[in-house]
């Protein structure tokens, strides 16, 4: 069965730090792999997603994530955290036509 | 492009009413729209998918009488929350899937639902 693992349930960084959010995934393929962002009361917001290619990805707003087949992981970074970045940020497997997500990881930035 | 709206964005409703949120695409047609529910601080949690021109189909735990769902155009699809009950408050989210992306959705902005 699908499966989508955020190990951390919140995170806090200082502002100007980097930043790194951990995402392992199990799938019996190449799954098609997400990141989104949710900050309160709202929608999810696309960050960057990995179909094939290039296992290195880049979204918006500065981050990135890179696809390791060996370690079922697709970590998600920015070298530079915003204050405007504090967020649930949740890792997702999409499957066919049906999307498995992980737990979320709620970011905190200190200034 | 690929943009995804939710009505209404909050509500309140009475115990043993009956809600109705709607997700519609604006620029792109879905046949497959996404019905989710989040509890506060936990991921989304995939409630149905909704079908247009069929009947939703409903995972497992999540009562089809209660969460009416009705897809009936490429554009929209509804959610209509039924005798809701306080522990139906919940921030619900939709997505829908661009006709033949299969891998691509896109997230309604949600709704937040309280039944008092």
């Known amino acids: 069965a699908q499966s989508v693992t955020q190990p951390d349930i919140h995170i806090t960084v200082s502002e100007g730090a980097s930043l790194e959010l951990r995402c392992n995934y199990s799938?019996?393929?190449?799954?098609?792999l997400f990141w989104y962002v949710q900050s309160p009361g709202q929608g999810l917001q696309l960050l960057l997603k990995y179909f094939s290619g290039d296992t290195l990805v880049q979204g918006i707003k500065g981050f990135e994530a890179e696809f390791k087949r060996s370690q079922s992981s697709f970590n998600l970074r920015k070298p530079s955290v915003h204050w405007s970045d504090a967020a649930e940020y949740f890792c997702a497997v999409g499957t066919g036509n049906q999307f498995y997500f992980g737990t979320g990881t709620s970011l905190t930035v200190i200034p | 492009g690929a943009v995804v709206s939710q009505h209404p964005s909050w509500v309140i409703c009475k115990s043993g009413t009956s809600v109705k949120i709607e997700c519609r695409s604006l620029?792109?047609?879905?046949?497959?729209m996404f019905w989710y529910r989040q509890f506060p601080k936990q991921s989304l949690m995939l409630m149905a998918t909704?079908?247009?021109?069929?009947?939703?189909?409903?995972e497992q735990g999540v009562e089809k009488d209660k969460f009416l769902i009705n897809h009936a155009s490429l554009t929209l699809s509804t959610l209509t929350v039924t005798s809701a009950h306080p522990e139906d408050s919940s921030f619900y989210i939709c997505?829908?899937?661009?006709?033949?992306?299969?891998?691509?959705?896109?997230f309604g902005q949600g709704t937040r639902l309280t039944v008092v």
């Open positions: 620029d792109f047609q879905a046949t497959t």
């Open positions: 997505s829908a899937n661009p006709r033949g992306r299969f891998t691509e959705a896109f």
């Open positions: 909704s079908n247009e021109g069929s009947k939703a189909t409903y």
């Open positions: 799938y019996g393929a190449t799954p098609y």
